[in-house]
């Protein structure tokens, strides 16, 4: 969603306006109008960007080395 999206700018630079498909216009609008939908898009997002995460793990093993009970 809003993949292509062109920002227009004043003469200082400021992003003043946001030009992009009508097709993208109407799926934000309706996205926006229901509150089901948005929670549902907002937990898409939120399990995107728990997936992008790299967490170490560690074994028990591994613990119990670093703590030195081995």
């Given at each position: 969603m809003l993949e292509a999206v062109q920002i227009l700018k004043d003469s200082q630079g400021?992003?003043?306006f946001a030009v992009l498909?009508?097709?993208e216009y109407l799926s934000v609008k309706n996205?926006?109008?229901s509150t089901e939908q948005l929670e549902?898009?907002?937990d898409y997002l939120h399990i995107?960007?728990?997936k992008?995460?790299?967490v170490k793990?560690?074994?028990l093993a591994?613990?119990?080395q670093e703590l030195g009970f081995e």
């Open positions: 400021e992003a003043q498909d009508f097709q996205l926006l109008s549902d898009y907002l995107q960007r728990v992008q995460r790299t793990t560690w074994s591994e613990v119990k």
